[in-house]
């Protein structure tokens, strides 16, 4: 086993008392092993599946199969056709939070949206009359527009600002907003890929001052009664239930939901109803999730969305 750093040792401590269930996150880190593909379908499923599926978790919705490993659903041409979205089974389990809802979402706003598989989970999900799908980041910008494209997501409007102009064009107006906020990515590791400077403390707090910038405008959209879902793929708990605290106590009208079918994944960092998975689990690479209700009374402010979109999309 290759050395691991002082640094994720001491995130280990942090997250587990257990020296083994340290040891298992340091193995899964430094000597990654595969995953099982996962498929979030879009369109009909055909009736005999075109791939070998894993036993479904009891949590998981039916319109999402977990394939065997060596499935390259990708390669398909139901891919190519639109059928299904490839995504990682943790993405998956921090969007499921979204099931709890029960009530029509009539506007979803997925504020950190590229490349675009929470923004389709929340359509197949919730069948929203409008989904908006923003990203800040120009370059990851085309990619959202081609999956959503591809994957025949409509209603959906894509657009391209920072979250500080909807929480002053927006402002109570959307039932449900997701935030899949951008983060140091330790998960990374999990799956064999590179996120250089992922634990120092530096990223880590620079990274969790952009994510309490973005849940607060994004509090701000939220409808009252309506939902805000936030959601990383990494483990510090700088950038999840610190953040979620931190929501809390800024913006006091709002109140994390018990999410029961993720009972098993409470976090015990912190008293809120929120969710990690850990890769040791081998369901998939990390993700961290919890869903805010705005409690506030009232009705959600109507907006003439075709002249505001011109106007935001204008540069204004």
Not at 73 to 101: E, K, R, W
Not at 262 to 287: D, E, V
Request: with cysteine; aromatic share 10%.
């Amino acid at each position: 086993m290759e050395k691991p750093s002082n640094l994720l040792l001491k995130l280990s401590r942090r997250l587990f008392d257990d020296a083994d269930e340290q040891a298992k996150f340091i193995e899964a880190l430094v000597n990654p092993k595969p995953f099982s593909p996962c498929i979030l379908w879009c369109q009909d499923q055909p009736e005999v599946s075109p791939f070998a599926v894993e036993i479904p978790t009891i949590w998981q919705p039916e319109f999402v199969d977990r394939l065997s490993l060596g499935e390259k659903p990708g390669q398909h041409p139901l891919h190519q056709q639109g059928y299904f979205y490839c995504l990682d089974f943790s993405s998956v389990f921090a969007a499921s939070v979204l099931l709890t809802i029960n009530q029509p979402v009539p506007l979803v706003f997925d504020m950190c949206a590229a490349p675009g598989g929470k923004s389709i989970f929340a359509w197949k999900a919730l069948k929203p009359d409008l989904l908006i799908s923003n990203e800040v980041i120009g370059k990851r910008l085309g990619m959202l527009i081609s999956n959503l494209k591809r994957c025949q997501i409509q209603p959906n409007r894509v657009v391209n600002r920072d979250s500080s102009i909807f929480a002053q064009m927006f402002a109570e107006t959307s039932n449900l907003v997701i935030v899949d906020a951008p983060c140091t990515g330790q998960s990374l590791l999990a799956k064999g890929e590179k996120a250089p400077g992922c634990f120092h403390h530096t990223a880590i707090n620079k990274s969790a001052n952009r994510q309490k910038r973005i849940i607060a405008n994004s509090a701000q959209v939220v409808a009252p009664q309506g939902y805000l879902a936030y959601m990383t793929c990494t483990y510090s708990p700088e950038e999840n239930e610190q953040v979620c605290e931190w929501l809390l106590e800024r913006f006091p009208q709002f109140q994390a939901v018990e999410v029961s079918h993720l009972s098993k994944y409470q976090s015990h960092l912190t008293t809120i109803p929120c969710y990690r998975m850990f890769p040791q689990n081998g369901l998939g690479a990390g993700a961290f999730t919890v869903l805010f209700k705005n409690m506030a009374e009232g009705e959600s402010k109507e907006v003439d969305f075709d002249s505001t979109f011109r106007y935001v999309q204008a540069g204004n």
